[in-house]
């Protein structure tokens, strides 16, 4: 088993996970993310801006 075959493993896995993810997200989990992502900026700007 070399590193390509892995790295396609993960791929797959990766894209498998997105699909599954976006077919069960609602509304409610767009907002939290938005504000999530926001957060997230925020720190980002306080610890490293």
Same mark, same amino acid.
């Given at each position: 088993c070399n590193s390509l075959d892995l790295m396609e493993l993960r791929s !797959? !896995? &990766?894209q498998q996970a997105k699909s599954s993810s976006k077919s069960n997200l609602n &509304? =409610? /989990?767009? =907002? /939290? =993310? =938005?504000k999530? #992502? #926001?957060k997230a900026n925020k720190l980002f700007k306080n610890l490293f801006g």
């Open positions: !797959k !896995k &990766q &509304q =409610d /989990n767009f =907002d /939290n =993310d =938005d999530r #992502e #926001e």
